[in-house]
């Protein structure tokens, strides 16, 4: 027996970098995207779930000094299970741009150049030249605070794309061969349930962000990403399955939790 429909009064919201390039990619299409799984009807505008199981009342806002930059696969910003979302709707300074081998977003480039930000790819060490690696923010990147004499605010490059994409994304984009690469080590099984990965220890993008922020001394800011995350699949499970929303379970109390101000 199906629960009582949630429905909740939203005010809204300036759509984010990763909604724009959602709807630039639709504006590009020739045909509808339907994504698979759960049902084809209509979608939240602001977090892509069914009505019944929108996710919009309970958005976090975490401030960050760090950065996050997402190239998005092709249809990745279109897919209903992309975490990319997630993160735009936590750290506000998320840009994100679509991925393609021949030609580069001026904007994107831009964003590389400006003289506040220290751009980071976060790519596995495969193939990654040992100048370049990284395992941890070295100087004024790391723990959240200013220290030495740049004070620039690390921002986060990430591959948001399955693997194979990513690989690609990695080794055609010329403009990242000058930055240098973290290689996280997360020791953990991604909990992320929505789509499968081919080895467990493939981490989504969300979790990744979470794991940036960890390093970079934004403790609460991961905590939060990482619970709006299993809030999002809660959601998104259960509407897929036709099964009401646990409002108040362990998993909603945690993320009310981390998002009172301190």
Known sequence: MRGPVLTVAVPPVRPHAVARARADRLARSSKPFLARGGPRGERCAGCRLVP?????????????????????????????????????????????????????????LALLADPQWQ????????????ERRLTDLPGPLGDGVVQ???????????????????????????????????ILQPGQRSRYRLRHAL??????????????????GEAHAAQTLEAYLDVFTHHYLQAKNQLPVDGDGALHQRLRALSVPA
Do not use: Q
């Open 148 to 182: 030495g004499a740049s004070g620039k605010r690390p921002l986060f490059v990430l591959l948001d794309g399955t693997w194979p994409e990513a690989r690609r994304m990695f080794r055609k984009s010329p403009y990242l061969d000058r930055l240098p690469v973290l």
């Open 199 to 216: 080895h467990e220890d493939h981490l989504c993008t969300s979790e990744v962000a979470a794991l940036c922020l960890a390093l970079a």
């Open 52 to 108: 019944s199981h929108c996710l919009c009342a309970l958005r976090p806002a975490v401030p960050t000094r760090a950065g996050m930059c997402l190239l998005m696969g092709d249809v990745e910003a279109l897919k209903p299970s992309n975490t990319g979302w997630l993160i735009a709707d936590v750290v506000a300074d998320t840009f994100a741009f679509g991925w393609a081998r021949t030609e580069v977003h001026p904007d994107l």
């Open 119 to 130: 751009p980071v790819v976060v790519f596995p060490g495969e193939g990654v030249a040992p």
